[in-house]
């Protein structure tokens, strides 16, 4: 079992209707191949958590990487895993405010704490991005560096 993280910039015309596609597609193709996760969606940014043995996963990323809505596509974080954390989760997508702008060095930086703390649990990384977004640390570059430990 593996747990996959990744962004990708959005590159389609209409974000609504191709997020709708995209969860559509996920909803119907992923049980067929025990796969779970959640996608985030933030001024045309992905961030997308999945689930899976790790050939799965990678077929899933090889349709991403030829899907012309995605470009710019960097893993975050691929790990194993005990178990399916996000077990109820067949695919769920939030669509954030575009008021802030999602820091991708950012959000790189949480995956280095992350892993450097924290036993990789697909659960526990979405509700660390969900906070954070939250608490808008995703804003404009402060004058200061945020510090993690």
Avoid at 31 to 40: A, D, E, K, M, N
Avoid at 96 to 112: A, G, T, Y
Wanted: overall charge negative.
């Amino acid at each position: 079992m593996h747990m996959l993280c990744y962004t990708s910039n959005y590159t389609g015309k209409d974000i609504y209707l191709d997020l709708e596609d995209i969860v559509t597609t996920a909803k119907a193709n992923n049980p067929q191949h025990s796969i779970t996760g959640v996608l985030f969606c933030h001024n045309n940014t992905f961030v997308q958590v999945l689930e899976g043995e790790e050939n799965e996963l990678d077929k899933v990323m090889e349709k991403i990487n030829k899907d012309p809505r995605h470009n710019n596509i960097k893993i975050l974080v691929k790990k194993e895993i005990n178990k399916h954390y996000l077990s109820q989760w067949n695919m769920d997508s939030f669509h954030l405010s575009d008021e802030e702008n999602l820091d991708i060095e950012e959000l790189e930086k949480v995956r280095d704490a992350f892993e450097a703390n924290i036993l990789p649990r697909s659960d526990e990384l979405i509700q660390v991005f969900k906070l954070l977004i939250e608490k808008g640390a995703f804003r404009e570059k402060q004058s200061q560096p945020h510090t993690y430990s």
